[in-house]
C-alpha cells in the first residue's frame, strides 16, 4: 500500500531512521534504568510433571519505561545491554535481586526449591564473576545449591575454554548449572557430556510441535533419553496445554514450565500465588 504518495525508498529510509532512533533511545534510558528503578523480577514456576511438586522459579527480568512507551520486552533490551555492556551492572543487579529473594521465600515458605537465573555469555566471560558471585552470596543467609544459573550454548562458541573454566568454579561453589534453549541454534552433544551441566531445558519449539508429527516427538523423546543416561534433569519450557504436559510426561520429562501452570508472576502477586497454592 502507498504511504501517502511515498515512493518506496523513502518508507525504506523512514523505518531504518525509526529503528536507529528507537536503539539509541533504549540504550540512553537503559544507562538510567537501575537509578530510576524501573527494573523488576518476574518469577515463572517449574513443577515436576508426575508429583507436580514445585521446583522452584526462573527468574525473568522485567523493565517498565515511561519514555518508551511502559514495558519493554527483554529480547529486545537484553541485546541492546549485551551489545552497550551494560549487561553485567544489569546482570549484577539481577542476581542481587534473586538472592535477596531467594531469602525471603527460604524464610517464609520452602525448604527445598531452586531460583534459577539467565546469565549471559558476556557475564560469564567476566574476570571477576566468581568474585561477584562468592560476595553477592556471603551477603545473604541463603545455600548455593539453591541457585542455579541458566546458560545458552553460544557461550561456548565465543571462547569454551573460559567459559569451560568459570562454569567449573560456578559448579564447585554448590550452585546448579542449567543449559537453556536445548535443541536451537549451535547444539553440539559434546556440550552435554563435557561441562558441569546439572540439567537441559528443551526449547519450547519442540514442546509445541510435538503433536506436529513424529519427527519432533522422536526428537523430543530422544534428547529426552540421552540427557537422562547422562544423569542430567530435563525442563521442558513453553507448555501451554495439558496435552503438551501429557506428551512431555510421557516421554519421562521431569520438570515442565509454561503458560499451562502460570504466566511469569510479578513480584507483587507472589506471595498471593504462594499462599494461594498452599504453602503457607
Ligand atoms: P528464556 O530464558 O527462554 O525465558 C523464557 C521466556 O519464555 C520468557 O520470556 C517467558 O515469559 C516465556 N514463556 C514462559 N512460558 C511460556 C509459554 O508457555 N509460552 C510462550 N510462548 N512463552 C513462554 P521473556 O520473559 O520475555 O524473556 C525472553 C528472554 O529474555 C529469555 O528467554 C531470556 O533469554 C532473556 N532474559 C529474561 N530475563 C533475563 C535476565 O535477567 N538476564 C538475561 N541475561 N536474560 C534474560
Ligand atoms: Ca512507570
Ligand atoms: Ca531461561
Ligand atoms: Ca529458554
Known sequence: ?????????QIFDSKMKEIVERNLNVERYLRKAIDR????????????????????FEVLLRWDNDELGGNVEPVEF????????????????????????????????FDDFIISVNISPIQLMQHNFIDLIESIISQYSILPEMLEFEITESVFIESYD????????????????????????YSSLSYLNNLPIDSLKIDRTFVSDVSKGIFKETMLESIIILAHKLGLDVIA?????RDQLFS??????????????????????????L??????
Open 1 to 9: 500500500a502507498k504511504e501517502n504518495g511515498k515512493n518506496k525508498w
Open 37 to 56: 528503578n524501573e527494573f523488576s523480577l518476574s518469577y515463572q514456576p517449574q513443577f515436576h510433571t508426575i508429583t507436580n511438586k514445585m521446583r522452584g
Open 78 to 109: 537484553i541485546r541492546v545491554a549485551e551489545n552497550s555492556g551494560f549487561i553485567n551492572e544489569i546482570g549484577e543487579w539481577v542476581i542481587r535481586s534473586a538472592c535477596k529473594k531467594l531469602e525471603y521465600l527460604w524464610n517464609n515458605y
Open 162 to 185: 573460559q567459559a569451560r573454566i568459570n562454569l567449573e568454579k560456578i559448579k564447585k561453589m554448590g550452585i546448579k548449572i542449567s543449559l537453556d534453549d536445548f535443541g536451537t541454534g
Open 237 to 241: 519450557e513453553g507448555v501451554e496445554t
Open 248 to 273: 512431555v510426561r510421557k516421554f519421562n520429562c521431569d520438570f515442565a514450565q509454561g503458560f499451562h501452570f502460570s504466566e511469569p508472576i510479578s513480584e507483587s502477586d507472589l506471595d498471593d500465588y
Open 275 to 280: 499462599k494461594h497454592k498452599g504453602y503457607k
